[in-house]
């Protein structure tokens, strides 16, 4: 018998009549059920909702939206940068102060934490709160963006096949009838659902629906005939094909980008969300910032938040510059200071610096807003003093002729005062927590500038009452520059203030320091191709490109700020609030205990004696004062390390982070953020 290969049962069974009716029949019945799954359930093959923005009609007063957002978590509702947190020594610091409880118990983190994870542990089987139901989350609507009774808009979730499935069967009512008694869902036209008092809602009613692969969750059942028309329409007249959300949102962001995005209409919010600067603030950077900008002139404001250990924040918004003061049309509508402009000024600074600002604008304006927050008193005083010389008739005419002198845009920057004593060089000083700082200011008009250093050299005892300790010195920096110091034990901190031209680059600097500024003129005459050129100018420092890498287009207020490298500050600056809590404490306790005191010793140096002689009354008015002396020292010993820990305490949030930035650019009619940074952990 002839043997059959392989090959040739392989092609009688392919030709077989058996097989040819077996796969018409699997196919018909694949086909049927296909088709019976569509009309009772939905397309298991429908393509994925490209856009949720496409779904919100534009008018809508707020959109956030998350991509990713399970990716974030390693253990909903746990994010996995807590991990790195928990093992770091900022968290050990903060947990020590016992901040991160108090922070906890205010903003009920832990109650929050309780209910999310009963909301993860009550999902069925097989579901998984990262993977099925949180692959992108929206939140969009009018009002506040609250959950609660008032809440007016819509949740949207991304869903897995799964969830898809499972919302599907709620259109049985064997389905909806098994469903826990707390969780009663009312099928109704359109594969809308109705669940009353919604928990999550404040408990008001909550409306359900499924729109391709994307879970909507509305406060009305309108919403979401919107969301379904918007649907229909292919995003036509959405938040997505609006300019407003997609000129400061989708334009920055590549592909597979996953931010917080965020879309606010500030002019109907700002109510709730307060202004900034606050029209109440009196201090120096409150006025001059409210000579600049207030969110009052924001009318909607649009951006995003890229998180993880570097991040990133932009915000932009269109203006609204008919309440707009005159200053603040001004800088607004002036040019900002460009990049070349502020790496120049950066070139100068060195690199252990903490801290670099720039500000664009007429420097003569931003002394004049500074000027502003002064006493009046001393206002009137300056006013008098200036203009008791021939040369300017008051402050403001002074401010006017530094305008002319200086070209538009500032530049200052921060050092710890943790240079060497030089008993030599150092001048009297009271030792005042103060960081050693420069002011960058170009030339632009040298008859001004001749006329501004003339007026200061001629009269600069006017100022000060000249008691004979002070005095005004040149003095040799760097490379053949000269500067011009200014020493008075009435100048905090340092006890000078230093004045010099780098002719070469035309620029003056004035410092509180003669060691910084000769850093300051040693750094700025570096070549930048120098082996250890890194290590000396800030302009060549990682985290400060990074920063500046942001604004190549400029920008009107820049800032720079390294925690690491203020550490130094921060402990001088803790020492002198400890010092001063504990003298305020101790003036209270000499008032209360001064007249027990007093009593105490009159009867033990002077009897019962009812009348005391004048130099009686002043020996025991020594001998009380110094009784309280010794209980103040005594005290000191104790209290004022517990003070420094505490005002120490403060400033370790801020050391979470390796550095900071922000840029602040107005263009035309829009205004723009961009807040840099990356975490220490």
């Known amino acids: 018998m002839k043997d059959i290969t392989f090959t040739e049962r392989l092609r009688d069974v392919l030709a077989s009549r058996r097989l040819h009716w077996t796969l018409m029949i699997v196919t018909s019945i694949l086909v049927v059920f296909y088709f019976l799954f569509v009309t009772f359930f939905f397309d298991p093959f429908e393509k994925r909702l490209d856009d949720m923005a496409a779904i919100v009609p534009r008018e809508v007063e707020y959109f956030f939206r998350w991509k990713g957002a399970g990716e974030s978590f390693d253990e909903f509702p746990v994010p996995k940068l807590w991990g790195d947190f928990e093992s770091s020594q900022i968290h050990d610091r903060l947990d020590k102060t016992g901040a991160l409880d108090e922070w906890g118990r205010e903003m009920g983190v832990a109650q929050v934490v309780t209910n999310l994870r009963k909301v993860s542990a009550s999902l069925p089987m097989g579901l998984n709160f990262e993977k099925d139901i949180l692959q992108e989350v929206a939140l969009s609507g009018r009002g506040l963006p609250n959950l609660n009774a008032n809440f007016d808009g819509m949740v949207m979730l991304r869903v897995s096949f799964k969830v898809k499935a499972g919302v599907a069967m709620l259109g049985l009512d064997t389905v909806r009838e098994k469903l826990p008694q707390s969780l009663q869902i009312q099928s109704l036209d359109n594969d809308v659902y109705r669940l009353p008092q919604f928990s999550a809602f404040g408990y008001q009613d909550a409306y359900l629906k499924r729109i391709q692969d994307v879970l909507v969750l509305a406060s009305r059942p309108e919403w979401l005939e919107t969301a379904h028309s918007l649907q229909l329409q292919s995003g036509q007249d959405s938040l997505a094909e ?10 920055y962001l590549a592909p597979g980008d996953q931010p917080i995005e965020v879309f606010l209409r500030w002019e109907k919010m700002r109510d709730t969300l307060g202004r900034w600067p606050s029209p109440a603030g009196t201090g120096l950077v409150n006025r001059i910032g409210r000579s600049m900008f207030d969110t009052d002139l924001l009318r909607y404001a649009a951006g995003y938040l890229h998180g993880g250990d ?21 800088f607004l509508q002036s040019p900002p200071m460009s990049s070349s ?8 600074v060195p690199a252990d610096s903490f801290l670099f600002t720039c500000l664009g604008g007429d420097p003569g304006k931003i002394l004049l807003e500074a000027s502003s927050v002064l006493d009046a008193d001393f206002r009137t005083l300056l006013n008098e003093t200036i203009g008791g010389t021939s040369q300017y008739q008051g402050l403001m005419h002074l401010l006017e002729d530094i305008g002319r002198a200086a070209a538009p845009g500032v530049a200052i920057a921060f050092h710890a005062d943790n240079y060497p004593a030089d008993a030599q060089r150092d001048v009297e000083h009271d030792n005042a927590p103060m960081p050693l700082y420069a002011v960058f200011i170009k030339i632009k008009d040298r008859g001004a500038y001749d006329r501004v250093m003339e007026f200061f050299q001629q009269h600069w005892k006017r100022f000060t009452g000249g008691d004979g300790r002070d005095r005004l010195t040149a003095v040799d920096l760097h490379g053949g520059t000269r500067g011009i110091s200014f020493a008075s034990p009435l100048i905090p901190g340092t006890g000078e203030v230093m004045v010099a031209e780098i002719k070469a680059l035309d620029t003056l600097v004035v410092s509180n320091s003669f060691k910084y500024a000769h850093r300051i003129v040693e750094s700025a005459f570096v070549d930048a ?9 800030l302009s060549l420092d990682d985290t400060f490109q990074s920063a500046l890498s942001s604004h190549k287009n400029g920008s009107s207020v820049f800032f720079w700020f390294d925690p690491q490298k203020a550490e130094h500050w921060f402990q001088q600056s803790a020492k002198g609030v400890a010092q001063e809590a504990f003298r305020r404490e101790m003036s209270q306790v000499w008032a209360r205990d001064r007249p027990a005191e007093t009593s105490r010793q009159r009867e033990k140096l002077f009897g019962n004696r009812e009348n005391l002689s004048s130099s009686e009354e002043s020996s025991l008015i020594q001998v009380v004062d110094e009784a309280l002396a010794n209980k103040y020292r005594q005290e000191e010993s104790q209290r004022v390390p517990a ?28 205004v723009s953020i961009v807040v840099n940074g990356e975490l220490s952990f």
């Open 242 to 251: 609006a300019s407003i959300f997609r000129d400061q949102v989708e334009a």
């Open 310 to 330: 570097a991040f990133e924040l932009r915000l932009g918004g269109a203006t609204d510059l008919s309440t707009a003061t005159p200053s603040q049309r001004s």
């Open 529 to 537: 191709r120098e082996r250890d050129a890194k290590l000396k100018k």
């Open 341 to 348: 402009r502020m790496r120049k000024y950066a070139g100068m």
């Open 643 to 670: 003070l420094l820990d505490e005002a120490l305490a403060d400033f370790v949030p801020i050391q979470a982070l390796e550095w900071l930035s922000l840029g602040f650019r107005p263009h035309r009619r829009e």
